[in-house]
């Protein structure tokens, strides 16, 4: 079952903060974040861990609710250069198979 | 330069035909990965390999073919018996099949059918 994040889609002026959220309904063990520019391959942001502490990657941070199923990643005064679409890779405990979430699109604005 | 390549960028293919997609990578990876990405989705794994000589069915594998046979190589093989196979293809590999371990993208080949 493929993951789903919200929102789909957000549009951010540069400075203001956003929050994208990814939920599985199964139990998960890690979690990948990436992002992709337009027509690119998608880049390695962080990845979390069960149990594991929250993770940085410069002015974005991730977290993992185990209770929920769920990671959040956090983008804190966002820049032009964080547009493109952001990707959760999920793995569930044991199956050494990754899937990724539907996807959200974050477009900043000068 | 360490790497995944993949090859072509852009492929164009008549309907009915097979194609196979090329990803190479000297990182000396075990795991390699092939993902399928439609507009405006999230990547969907077609199959993977966790070591030479070996590979397993993703979610969406019906009408496609893979073969390891060297640890730097992953072909992808569409067939015909692959519907809607216009979509763009990612080639990933990681050093492990951990959960601990990052996936490396290739650049990607978009494929068109007419």
């Known amino acids: 079952q493929q993951p789903v994040q919200s929102p789909q889609a957000v549009i951010l002026r540069e400075g203001e903060d956003a929050v994208i959220n990814c939920s599985s309904s199964k139990a998960l063990y890690s979690v990948h974040w990436y992002r992709q520019k337009h027509g690119e391959a998608p880049v390695f942001l962080m990845i979390?861990?069960?149990?594991?502490e929250q993770m940085r990657h410069e002015k974005i941070s991730a977290s993992f609710n185990e209770k929920k199923q769920q990671s959040s990643l956090y983008l804190t005064a966002s820049q032009l250069s964080y547009s493109g679409t952001y990707f959760c890779g999920t793995e569930t405990s044991g199956t050494y198979k990754y899937i990724f979430g539907t996807g959200t699109r974050l477009k900043v604005l000068a | 330069d360490g790497g995944i390549t993949q090859s072509p960028k852009y492929l164009f293919r008549k309907e009915g035909q097979n194609v196979t997609l090329s990803c190479e990578q000297n990182?000396?990876?075990?795991?390699m990965y092939w993902y399928r990405q439609d507009p405006g989705q999230g990547l969907r794994l077609i199959y993977y390999?966790?070591?030479?000589?070996?590979?397993q069915k993703g979610d969406i594998a019906e009408g496609y073919s893979v073969s390891r046979e060297k640890k730097e190589s992953f072909p992808l093989t569409v067939t015909s018996a692959q519907k809607n196979p216009t979509a763009f293809y990612l080639c990933?590999?990681?050093?492990?099949?951990?959960?601990?371990?990052?996936?490396?993208f290739g650049p990607g080949t978009r494929l068109t059918v007419l």
């Open positions: 979390l861990l069960k149990g594991g």
């Open positions: 390999s966790q070591i030479v000589n070996d590979f």
């Open positions: 990933a590999a990681s050093v492990g099949g951990s959960p601990l371990d990052t996936q490396y």
């Open positions: 990182l000396n990876h075990d795991a």
